[in-house]
């Protein structure tokens, strides 16, 4: 009898079970009532007078080790059942639903690879802008209405969140030497109200192209290929005499209404134009704030709302859809982009 305590006792010591509960499965072997360990208990009667006292020392041993062990099994199971819930396996087939692009993430992407076909490169520039990069250097006078606190969210004295991605092409043409090609499309915020025509922060991509001898002509054809890649080879523009402050002369471009094919619908108020972004000519002194001179190089810049393209591509009417990310609304996008 003593050789099969110490037998047991060796053995519980690497039990490793089979089945999925191995603490439960360890009681069932030994602890239970029909246990191995309940049994020698049963047979522990038949022992001997003289060897009762060594035996049953062995015998309470083995139980109590048993139980040690039931316990620590126990507590293993438990913590392995626990890691498995937070185990997460991304490879599991997903139960009917397929993730997808946000819409202005597919827009921004194809007006990226649009302008990439003519050379243009991607760069970025910070959200928090100082005054430098979204005001003065673009050319804004000290008393100019943009730079006032009814638009603009200031975070401290003259550093606010940019209120246009033209911040960044003052950061570029302050480290690229010319010819410079870039886009840069980011996120802009604006003191508004929020409604289904305006929204306190948006996106818009900026583009910008200076070199020797660039014209109003480059500004224009780039803009009809772009437009017409974007919204359609039947695509009209014109473009309006405007003003922005870093740019001279300036205009606003408008496309053939998308919607009634310039026929007149309620998008574009019955005119057949719709407007989708401001450009013009870089303005010298801009290209002079940021170390270039103005007498070799010369360029044009153009901004456009990404939100505003996006409405008009897909017959969106109510730009509070783009951020309320309801799955109903931003799951019917697909693209290949
Ligand atoms: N920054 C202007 C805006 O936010 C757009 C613009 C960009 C105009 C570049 C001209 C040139 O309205």
């Known amino acids: 009898m003593k050789d099969r305590i110490e037998e047991l006792l060796k053995e519980i010591e690497t039990f490793a079970g089979s089945a999925e509960d191995h603490a439960e499965e360890f009681r069932l072997k030994y602890l239970s009532r029909k246990g191995q360990v309940s049994s020698l208990f049963d047979d522990f009667k038949n022992v001997p007078n003289e060897l009762k006292r060594d035996v049953g020392q062995l015998l309470n041993k083995l139980k109590n080790r048993a139980q040690e062990r039931w316990d620590e099994l126990r507590s293993s199971s438990a913590s392995t059942t626990n890691s498995a819930k937070f185990n997460f396996d991304p490879t599991l087939p997903v139960g009917g639903f397929l993730g997808s692009r946000h819409p202005l993430s597919l827009v921004r992407r194809e007006i990226i690879e649009i302008f990439g076909r003519l050379g243009f490169t991607v760069a970025e520039g910070p959200e928090i802008e100082d005054d430098w990069h979204n005001f003065t250097a673009l050319n804004f006078p000290e008393e100019h209405p943009a730079r006032d606190m009814q638009d603009t969210f200031f975070i401290a004295d003259k550093i606010a969140l940019r209120t246009h991605t033209s911040s960044v092409q003052v950061r570029v043409l302050e480290n690229t030497k010319p010819p410079v090609r870039m886009l840069m ?27 020797k001898n660039v014209s109003f002509a480059d500004l224009k054809q780039t803009l009809l290929y772009f437009s017409r890649e974007m919204f359609g080879a039947d695509t009209q523009i014109r473009l309006r005499p405007s003003y922005f402050p870093f740019t001279e002369p300036s205009a606003e471009m408008d496309i053939s209404c998308t919607i009634c094919s310039g026929k007149g619908c309620n998008v574009c108020k019955h005119s057949g134009w719709v407007e989708i972004m401001g450009c013009g000519m870089v303005d010298p002194a801009v290209l002079q704030n940021c170390g270039i001179d103005a007498n070799v ?30 799955v109903r609304f931003i799951g019917q996008f697909r693209s290949a982009l």
């Open 297 to 326: 190089y010369s360029g044009f810049a153009f901004g456009m709302g990404i939100e505003r393209i996006t409405m008009l591509k897909y017959g969106v009417n109510d730009l509070r859809l783009f951020s309320e990310n309801d």
């Open 185 to 211: 499309p980011g996120r802009v915020y604006r003191n508004e109200a929020i409604s289904a025509r305006a929204h306190c922060f948006f996106h818009q991509v900026e583009g910008l192209y200076v070199d």
